[in-house]
């Protein structure tokens, strides 16, 4: 579903220049649900923005549902923004309107396809589980609940990618779980291929792939040892919770064989500041060394 390879973007601020993605390589399959994690400026929501046709690349590969974005006009953005993706973001300002009640809200982008708007609608509220809030005014739903109101609209196009940049950012723990709930019941049930922009490690931990970016780069990625879902169904059979590791972490190898050295590892051989490592083959596996 999503493809990118040495992926550039540089903002360039009157004559400053910002390089927001340096080369960065990622790989996403139809149907799989992503968590994407990093530092505050690392780059997240710029590749996001990328993926999501808002912004384009200013070097690079992208590829998404077999389009080449790259070679995009002003056109096919558009259309690609009204056909393939959706997208949540963390500030519901920026989703919903709030003088609108929740199902006029679902049914304004409807409107403007020119499908059979209300009965969409109230499918689509009903999807995220908010058909009994239908006609409450916006202020009148919890922050949660509006987020909801907010993947009702990502979904309204039948999107077959949908994008949230940090959608859990301004609720409560509880509620963060429900909104991961709800994307992975849309993962498993439509097909939904979700990427989900996080900075909160707890709820990463409850996603199968969870890909680390850091300076712009994806730096490591964690692999779930067992399935969030397998895990759930032994907690309701009573089996319980292993204490162990989740995840397993992978650093990423790129086209050229480059890749990130975990923070403190370089530390911990004495080779802290160094600009030089050697690298050795020893019984199939490779050794790093502190310069002689
Ligand atoms: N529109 C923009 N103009 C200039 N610089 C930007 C713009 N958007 C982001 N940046 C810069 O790009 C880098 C990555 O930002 P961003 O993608 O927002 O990071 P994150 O979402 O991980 O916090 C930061 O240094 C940020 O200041
Ligand atoms: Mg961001």
């Known amino acids: 579903m999503i493809v990118c390879e040495n992926l550039v973007k540089i903002y360039k601020v009157s004559d400053l220049e910002v390089v927001a993605l340096q080369g960065l390589d990622l790989q996403i399959d139809e149907g799989e649900l992503t968590a994407i994690i ?32 790259l070679k995009f006009t002003e056109k096919d953005l558009v259309k690609y923004k009204r056909e393939t993706v959706g997208f949540v973001w963390q500030n519901n300002a920026r989703n919903l309107i709030p003088y609108l009640t929740a199902l006029e809200n679902v049914e304004l982008p409807i ?22 809030r239908s006609k409450n005014k916006l202020s009148q739903l919890s922050g949660g609940e509006q987020q909801r109101v907010a993947i009702a609209i990502a979904l309204a196009n039948k999107p ?17 779980n429900q909104i991961l709930d709800l994307f992975r019941h849309l993962n498993r049930t439509i097909g939904l291929t979700v990427v989900i922009v996080t900075h909160d490690p707890l709820l990463a931990k409850k996603v199968d792939r969870v890909v680390a970016i850091r300076d712009g780069k994806t730096s490591s990625e964690m692999v779930r040892l067992r ?9 309701e059979k009573g089996v319980e919770a292993q204490e162990k590791e989740s995840h397993i972490e992978y650093a990423v190898v790129d086209k050229a064989g480059r890749l990130q050295i975990p923070s ?13 490592v050697r690298v050795q083959v020893e019984d199939g596996k490779i050794v790093l060394l502190p310069p002689e």
Do not use: C
Not at 264 to 276: H, Q
């Open 38 to 69: 990093g530092n505050s400026g690392s780059g997240k929501s710029t590749l996001l923005n990328m993926l999501g046709g808002l912004d384009r690349p200013s070097a690079g590969n992208l590829h998404v549902d077999g389009k080449d974005l």
């Open 111 to 132: 409107l403007l396809q020119g499908r059979r708007r209300r009965e969409r609608a109230l499918e689509l509220l009903d999807a995220v589980g908010l058909s009994h």
């Open 160 to 176: 077959r990618l949908l994008l949230a940049d940090e959608p859990t950012g301004s609720v409560d723990t509880k509620m963060a």
């Open 227 to 235: 399935s969030y879902a397998d895990e759930l169904a032994d907690l």
């Open 264 to 276: 403190g590892y370089l530390e911990s051989i004495g080779a802290a500041g160094t600009k030089r």
